[in-house]
C-alpha cells in the first residue's frame, strides 16, 4: 500500500518542491495551505495535490496517514496540527523528513550566511552532467531541475543547510537535523536577527554544526571569512578531514572572468570574488565525491548561476539588468562590488529592496554600513506597508543614510516613483542591479528590459 502524508503549509517554496518529488516517487499526499501562490499553485494543481480550497481542515487528518509535513508558516495551535497531535500521528519538519529519508545516503550539508544555494547549484550542475545518481535539496530554481527537491535511492544526498528555525515545534536551526557526513561552510555573516538577537548566538549555531561533524567527516571551510577560519582551526585535533580553502584563482577579460586551472584559461559565466570562493569550495566537495577536477573545470563552463543570483534581465554592449537575491548585508556588500569590479568603467546604478525582518529593523540597518560605496547611484526602495506587517516602525531618509553610510543615498517608499525613477536614467556604459529576497510588488521590468536591450 502505498504511505500517505499530508502537508500543513504545503504552498511554501521548499514545502511545494518536497510534495512534487513524494508524489514523483509514488507517495500519495495531500495538503492544505491559508494562501498560495504562483508557481506553486499551478504546480501543485498539475500533479493533482492542490487543496479545494484555502483555510485547514481538521477532517483531512485522519488516522491512515503515516506521517504530517509541518511547514514552518504554521502556527503552533494550527487546527489540522492539534489534530494529528490528538491521533499520535508522526509530525516531521521537512529537515526531519530529508534525514528520515536518507539515513542510508552520504549526506553533504552546504551551510553558511551566504553563498550556499551558489554552492549547491554548482555542485548539482557538475554532478549531473557528469552523468552521477544524486539527490539533492537547494533552496532556488536551477536551470536543468524540474524541482528544488529530489528524494530517490541514489547513494548521495546534495543539501543546502539553512540555519534558520526549523518548524513552529521546533526552534533549532534546520541543518542540525540533516546529520552530515561533509560539511561545507561558507561565511558568517549576522542574519534572522528576529531569532538570533545577538551575533555571538548566531555564530554560536555553526560551531555547534561543526562539532556534529562524525568521526572520518569531512569539513570543507573558507579561511577567507575569519570566524569561520576560527571554526575550522579549533577542530585540528579532531579525527575528521579539514580542507580549508578560497577564491579559485582567475582573471577578467573585458567584463568576462576566466578561470586559472591546471595552465588551462577557462571562461566561466559567473564572477566576483564570493563566486569564485564559492567555485572553489565546490570543487573540494565533488572531490569529496570522486569527481576530478578535470571534469568540474569542464561541466562547469556552463553553469550559469540560480535564479534571481547574477540572473541577466537584459543586456546590450555597454550595459547589462541584473537582478540578484542580495539582501543581508554581506550578500548586498559582495554583489555591489563583483558588478562594479567586472565592470570598474560603467556607471553602475545600484537598487536594494529592504525586506526582511533585519533590514526593516532600525536597529540592524548600522551592520549595512559601506556595502553601497561602490554604486555610482545608490537606492533603497521599502514599501510601508511590509514594514506595518512586520509590526516595525517605518525608518525615515536620515536614519537610512546613518545606517548605509551613504549621504547621497536615494529613498523610495512608493514603487511607481522608484519604477519611474530608473526607467528614466540613461543606460549608456551603465548596469543596472535590482537586489532583493522579495519581489519589489511585482514591479513591470518589461520598459527597462527592452530599454537596456535596445540601449536607447
Known sequence: ??????????????????ALSMVAKGYKVSGSDDEIYEPSKSRLLQAGILPNEKG???????????????????????????????????????????YNQSKDKTRVVISGSHGKTSITSMILHVLKNEGLDFDYLVGAQIDGFDLMVKLSDAPIIIIEGDEYLTSPLDRRPKFFHYHHDILLMSGIAWDHFNVFPTFEKYVEQFEKLAEMTPKGGTFIYCEKDPIVKKIGESH??????????????????????????????????????????????????????????????KHIQTFKGAAKRQEILAESSDAVFYRDFAHAPS?????????????????????????TYSSLNKEFIHNYAHTFDQADIAIIYLNPKAVSLKKLELMDENTLKAGFQRHDLLVFTQIDQLKSF???????????????????????????????????
Not at 502524508?5 to 511554501?12: L, M, T
Not at 488516522?63 to 508522526?90: C, F, Q, S, T, W
Not at 580553502?245 to 564570493?274: C, N, R, W
Open 1 to 18: 500500500m502505498k504511505k500517505q502524508y499530508h502537508f500543513i503549509a504545503i504552498g511554501g517554496a521548499v514545502m511545494h518542491n518536497l
Open 56 to 98: 485547514w481542515f481538521p477532517k483531512k487528518i485522519h488516522a491512515d496517514l503515516d506521517g504530517i509535513i509541518l511547514g514552518m508558516h504554521a502556527r503552533i495551535d494550527n487546527p489540522e496540527l492539534v489534530r494529528a497531535k490528538e491521533l499520535g500521528i508522526p509530525v516531521y519538519s521537512f529537515p526531519e523528513f530529508i
Open 236 to 297: 585540528k585535533e579532531a579525527a575528521i578531514k579539514l580542507i580549508p580553502y578560497e577564491a579559485h584563482p582567475s582573471k577578467i577579460v573585458d567584463g568576462k572572468t576566466i578561470l586559472l586551472a591546471d595552465q588551462m584559461e577557462l571562461p566561466i559565466h559567473i564572477f566576483g570574488d564570493h563566486n569564485l570562493q564559492n567555485l572553489q569550495g565546490a570543487i573540494h566537495v565533488c572531490e569529496s565525491l570522486g569527481v576530478k577536477n578535470a571534469a568540474f573545470y
Open 331 to 355: 550578500k548586498l556588500l559582495a554583489t555591489v562590488n563583483a558588478v562594479k569590479n567586472q565592470f570598474p568603467n560603467r556607471k553602475l546604478i545600484a537598487v536594494q529592496e529592504l525586506h
Open 422 to 456: 530608473i526607467e528614466q536614467q540613461n543606460y549608456q556604459d551603465t548596469n543596472l542591479l535590482l537586489m532583493s529576497s522579495g519581489n519589489y510588488d511585482d514591479m513591470d521590468l518589461s520598459i527597462l528590459k527592452n530599454k537596456i536591450n535596445k540601449n536607447l
